[in-house]
């Protein structure tokens, strides 16, 4: 039966796949609920903003008293929680706001939702939802060998891990304490279309196409797991419709790759796809190579993260269809194409400055 969903941090890079997923291939009601901060872009929206089955509203999660109203106001079946400060570099440069809209927006919305679902008739109480998203980070550091699993133990690195670690576990108590019916997800980097260039990939394919230097930090050797931000979005409206109250899924691409693989696969497919740039036209094969930087590794940079998601496959038979080579060329390809949304994107605060390093 068609629900109405709340996908907090719709304008963000995740939200955004999952609002268009939603809209696109369900028929739900989709109420996108953004503050808009310098990671919200409503362009990545512009393909289904006049859809008479989205609705969207500005507003902070913090703000437990908006949150109410718009519980009131929208009576949702299913809240997606996506809104975060999810940049582990601004975590460290600034740590108060990831306490703030992770953990202390976590809570309002937990508050409004729990006042909510206890005024909700048996029939909607039974399968009202809400959905936290969260990341591997939580995990901490895992040594050469060995993946995370659902029950490994929460290590946070970071400022902004360990805020994701803590509103983990507020929504986890909320649950036993409260008995709100929650599910949990954990995922690894996501990457794809309509990313924000501060991340590692969509940092470097636009760098890369002005000629300019390509940062890796210290060795490039951290290992990642890539995770295409369209599985992503599939593998969240599976756990939302049939995952089990109480439980964590984790989300991976199987897709285990070194920062620097990742890097030297962007410039070597760069060289295919915009052979007319002046690099790849002048240097014979390794132009865009020539643009790798290595600077000073980041503060506490865990060396790697790699997650086991066979449990979700097992129980509720997901898995991705993109492999890392088919993701990182549509994403390359989505770049090349979209190159007005770049330029508006990067006309805010942000330039590509390097961020994280300065303390
Ligand atoms: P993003 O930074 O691209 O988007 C975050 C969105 O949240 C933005 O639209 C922003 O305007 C909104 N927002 C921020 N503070 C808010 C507030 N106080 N109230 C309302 N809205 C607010 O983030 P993303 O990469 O799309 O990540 C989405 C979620 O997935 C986050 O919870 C993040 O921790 C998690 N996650 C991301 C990754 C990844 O690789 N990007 C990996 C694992 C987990």
Redesign the pocket.
């Known amino acids: 039966m068609k629900k109405t969903i709340f996908v907090?941090?719709g304008?963000?890079?995740?939200?955004s796949a999952l609002v268009r997923f939603l809209i696109n291939e369900t028929d739900n009601q989709v109420i996108n609920?953004?503050?808009?901060?310098y990671?919200?872009n409503l362009e990545s929206l512009e393909s289904i903003a006049q859809n008479e089955r989205y609705s969207f509203e500005q507003?902070?999660?913090?703000d437990k008293d908006a949150m109410r109203s718009l519980f009131a106001k929208y009576q949702p079946d299913y809240v997606m929680h996506?809104?975060?400060?999810?940049?582990v570099d601004r975590s460290i440069d600034g740590p108060g706001e990831f306490i703030q809209?992770n953990v202390v927006?976590t809570f309002s919305l937990l508050e409004a939702a729990r006042e909510y679902y206890k005024e909700q008739p048996q029939e909607k109480q039974q399968t009202f939802r809400f959905h936290h998203?969260?990341?591997d980070e939580v995990y901490g550091d895992l040594g050469d060998t060995g993946l995370f699993t659902e029950e490994t133990s929460y290590e946070p690195s970071s400022p902004y891990s360990a805020s994701?670690a803590a509103s983990d576990h507020l929504v986890r108590a909320w649950y036993r304490t409260y008995g709100l019916p929650v599910v949990v997800t954990n995922?690894?980097?996501?990457y794809g279309p309509y990313h924000?260039p501060e991340k590692l990939i969509p940092l470097m394919i636009l760098n890369a196409l002005e000629g300019k230097p390509l940062p890796v930090y210290g060795d490039g050797k951290q290992i990642r797991d890539w995770l295409f931000v369209e599985d992503h979005a599939r593998a969240l409206y599976k756990v939302v419709t049939e995952g089990e109250i109480g439980e964590t899924y984790n989300i991976g691409g199987f897709n285990e790759k070194q920062n620097i693989e990742v890097v030297h696969t962007i410039c070597a497919l760069l060289e295919e796809l915009a052979p007319d740039n002046a690099l790849a036209k002048s240097s014979g094969g390794d132009g865009f190579e020539s643009l790798v930087t290595y600077v000073a590794d980041r503060p506490g940079h865990d060396v790697r993260y790699a997650i086991d998601a066979t449990k979700i496959e097992r129980e509720l038979g997901w898995r991705p269809v993109e492999t890392f080579e088919t993701g990182i060329r549509k994403t390359i390809e989505w770049y090349l194409e979209n190159s007005v949304w770049c330029q508006h994107v990067q006309d805010g605060s942000y330039m590509r400055e390097r961020l994280g390093s300065k303390n």
């Open positions: 907090t941090g304008a963000g890079f995740i939200g609920i953004d503050k808009l901060t990671a919200g507003a902070d999660i913090v996506l809104a975060a400060e999810s940049h809209t927006g998203i969260s990341t994701k995922c690894s980097n996501n924000f």
